[in-house]
């Protein structure tokens, strides 16, 4: 992939665009569930920072989808 960069993703090397926000991020790893939680190199992101956070080589994800129910 030219001009790629290395990043962590639920603790898995991937190989991903050099320019990604999250929001393309969560898109790519088909994460669909609205209640998603992102941790961006160990910090809450909020979802209105999707589409102006980028990612750099050696970040960190974290995609969490919270079992909500009883």
Not at 15 to 44: C, M, Q
């Amino acid at each position: 992939m030219k001009d790629s960069i290395q990043i962590i993703v639920n603790g898995m090397a991937e190989t991903v665009p050099a320019d990604s926000l999250i929001d393309d991020l969560v898109k790519r790893f088909g994460e669909k569930d609205p209640h998603l939680i992102v941790e961006h190199n160990g910090r809450f992101v909020f979802s209105q920072e999707y589409r102006t956070r980028r990612v750099s080589s050696g970040d960190r994800l974290e995609f969490i989808n919270p079992n909500f129910g009883g």
